[in-house]
């Protein structure tokens, strides 16, 4: 039976759909079989940033609405076996995903797949709410500032009473925290919050810290998970909330900022 | 005899007391309607002890007190004591077997449902700024953590996150994790939280000025008790951050630190 796990964050352009696609690619590469569901209907943009948008037929609204099934709505990743997209539809809205709809495509995907990650839309309405409804685990999505933070925060919240596992009166949703566009230089600066001042006002487990890296929207605009750049400190990053994920304890990597010896420094500013 | 071995022990408690303002006794519908009002909330209604509120009525006298207690009584409250008389209505309690209470802070309250229905409305506090600020209102949709209530007091052992709101209609409120910012914490008495307040708390919602707010980390973005209030910007930069109590002063919120 298939973990579902939301990927969520309230406010957008934290990096949700990112670190969706990345944290499925690397559980898939880790060997588990996943699946990535787009919740964002209306704005669906999963299969870009997983590659695979030339290649979509039938969407989630269809399973739900158009007695297609599931299996010939998802499409299989090119690079890793073990990793498959359920798109979002681009022409419907959020109201086209009724719960029952929704409650009965994750149940057929259970039994296939090791984990279900969901990429939920950004505020909390409908489709939010919906993403996060059928939850086992959560992860929460900031950048290291206060509007953000502040929205995490409120979406801690609705994980803790509006699920379905709150509403079932079960074990809560397990609470993740990934931070993301994490500067250390800025944060040394002061410009943005340091990760322990993140902590101290979200009180979740911090799943992972996903440095400020160039390579995230090189990778994005092609189409490769960020997590499958390996030569990359955002990707090595990513590969580490997954090792987190499956239960691997494993050091916080790119906290600190990186050393600099005069020279570069030099190199740096005439850059 | 030693204070162990008395078969009792006498304690102060304090108890919200329902309270029956009379303002016409002779009209005519006025027992049906009060039995209507019992039986609609008999759990809440029936044999509670009620306090007999005179005052609208001094300028009559009590006569006929003793047959208005027995019809009171016979629609379904215990009439226990009298409040708002003057000496003459005293004297008539006393003969009636009525204590006497001084009047308390009145909170009009509905009737509708079953339970004991929250205060619909604030009352605004007596010296309140022009327009003390008051917390949405409880919203039946708004998503909280679920405390416990343990006898009187309401607690509460989640985080409030932003968005939340915990209301502790008739008693005070314990919060044992932090009060996010965007959150409001409400009670009628005391609010206690043991974690860092980054919200709005709000103390005496209906009106009492004896009540306190205790936190042990000020970052609060409101405080307001029985309507004074203040907000975060207004608030001593000497007690950001620290373990303080707020109570009412004279005619101002007081914070002391405590170390």
């Known amino acids: 039976m298939a973990k579902i796990i939301t990927v969520t964050s309230g406010k957008g352009g934290v990096g949700k759909t990112t670190s969706a696609a990345s944290l499925g690619a690397g559980l898939a590469k880790a060997g588990k079989k996943t699946v990535v569901i787009d919740f964002d209907v209306g704005l669906r943009n999963l299969d870009l940033v997983m590659g695979c948008e030339r290649r979509v037929v039938f969407d989630f609204v269809n399973v739900i609405q158009d007695d297609i099934r599931v299996q010939q709505a998802l499409i299989k990743d090119k690079r890793l076996d073990n990793l498959f997209i359920l798109p979002a539809s681009q022409t419907r809205d959020k109201d086209a995903l009724d719960r029952d709809g929704v409650g009965r495509v994750l149940d057929e995907l259970k039994q296939d797949f090791d984990y279900i990650v969901c990429d939920s839309p950004a505020g909390i309405e409908k489709g939010a709410l919906m993403a996060l409804y059928f939850a086992d685990e959560a992860i929460v999505v900031a950048n290291p500032e206060v509007s953000s933070v502040r929205d995490s925060d409120r979406i801690i919240g609705i994980l803790n009473s509006r699920s379905k596992r709150a509403e079932e009166g079960r074990e809560p949703v397990k609470q993740h925290l990934l931070l993301t566009r994490y500067d250390p230089d800025r944060v040394e600066q002061g410009d943005m919050l340091k990760t322990d001042d993140v902590l101290e006002i979200l009180a979740i487990p911090l799943l992972g810290v996903i440095p400020q890296d160039k390579i995230v929207l090189t990778a994005s605009n092609v189409g490769t998970p960020v997590v499958l750049e390996d030569s990359s400190i955002a990707g090595q990053a990513y590969q580490d909330a997954v090792q987190r994920l499956l239960g691997h304890d494993v050091p916080m990597r790119f906290i600190e900022p990186r050393k600099t010896n005069w020279f570069s420094r030099l190199l740096r500013r005439s850059a | ?259």
């Not at chain 2, 029956?20 to 519908?29: G, I, N, S």
């Not at chain 2, 006898?151 to 968005?163: E, P």
């Not at chain 2, 709005?200 to 209030?229: N, P, Q, T």
């Open chain 2, 1 to 259: 005899m030693s204070e162990r071995s008395r078969p009792y022990q006498i304690r102060g408690t304090l108890q919200t007391l329902l309270s029956l303002r009379v303002e016409d006794p002779e009209a005519p519908t006025f027992f049906d309607q009060l039995k209507a009002d019992v039986l609609r909330s008999p759990g809440f209604f029936k044999n509670a002890p009620v306090v007999i509120d005179v005052e609208p009525i001094l300028d009559r006298a009590p006569t006929e007190l003793r047959l208005f207690v027995a019809k009171v009584r016979a629609s379904g409250l215990q009439p226990i004591a009298l409040s708002g008389g003057d000496k003459i209505w005293n004297d008539a309690a006393a003969a009636v077997g009525l204590s006497l209470v001084a009047g308390g802070t009145h909170v009009p309250i509905g009737t509708g449902g079953e339970a004991p229905p929250a205060p619909a409305k604030p009352e605004p506090a007596p010296a309140a700024a022009a327009s003390p600020p008051a917390p949405s209102s409880p919203a039946p949709t708004a998503e909280g953590p679920t405390p416990t209530s343990s006898g009187r007091t309401l607690v509460s052992d989640q985080a409030v996150r932003g968005g939340q709101q915990l209301y502790a209609a008739a008693s005070d409120l314990i919060c044992l994790a932090p009060v996010s910012s965007g959150a409001e914490v409400i009670a009628s008495g005391h609010v206690h939280i043991y974690a860092p307040l980054r919200g709005r708390a709000f103390a005496g919602f209906e009106g009492d000025e004896s009540a306190m707010i205790f936190c042990d980390k000020l970052e609060a973005e409101l405080v307001s008790i029985a309507g004074f209030h203040l907000v975060n910007d207004e608030l001593p930069t000497a007690a950001l951050g620290k373990r303080v109590r707020i109570r009412v002063g004279t005619g101002r919120l007081d914070i002391d630190i405590i170390a």
